[in-house]
């Protein structure tokens, strides 16, 4: 038995007893996960299918991950405005600054998304940083549901951020930047 101590000081000691305890967490996880050599026949004959070429990652692992159809993207209504005439329309009812905060508010909610009109409720329009546009607008990009539109302003430019909203083009964020 001493003979066993003195060995077990020693680094062949520590592994014998590191191999010891690996190969009894082996044998403990096959008894419980009751892993077999019939279990990968299973899995290859359990009816998935693979692409050839494929990585094993692209295959379907069998979690519901939502639909299997990508949503539709937004679209427009027939004769709904395009990006440049509804970003005109909301800059000219922004620069409205004399108006009061309610009239200002009430031009600028058809052509801004309801959070958007949301966000501006109670704005003084005399705070906007702008009194005239001094160019044309100009579409900045556009995918098939969003859009930016970059407009000059005296003070600066203005950049309108705009999203398709129940078939029409609406404005949903407003950024001002010096010039």
Do not use: C
């Not at 062949?12 to 996880?29: D, E, H, K, N, T």
């Amino acid at each position: 038995m001493q003979w066993i101590l003195e060995r077990l000081k020693g680094r062949l000691g520590i592994a014998v007893v590191l191999a010891s305890v690996v190969a009894i967490v082996v044998g403990i996880g096959r008894a419980v996960g009751g892993s077999n050599p019939g279990s990968a026949t299973v899995q290859a004959n359990s009816g998935i299918q693979s692409t050839p070429g494929a990585a094993p990652s692209d295959q379907d692992d069998g979690v519901d991950g939502g639909p299997s159809v990508a949503p539709p993207e937004p679209s427009l209504a027939p004769g709904a405005a395009q990006p440049l005439t509804v970003a005109n329309q909301f800059i000219r009812a922004w620069l409205r600054r004399q108006l009061s905060a309610r009239q200002w508010h009430a031009g600028l909610t058809p052509y801004a998304t309801p959070e958007l009109a949301k966000k501006l409720s109670g704005v003084d329009p005399a705070g906007v940083p702008a009194e005239r546009t001094t160019g044309e607008a100009q579409l900045i990009r556009q995918s098939a549901g969003a859009a930016a539109v970059s407009v000059p302003v005296d003070s600066g430019t203005v950049e309108l951020r705009m999203v398709v909203t129940d078939g029409e083009w609406l404005v949903d964020g407003v950024d001002w930047s010096r010039g």
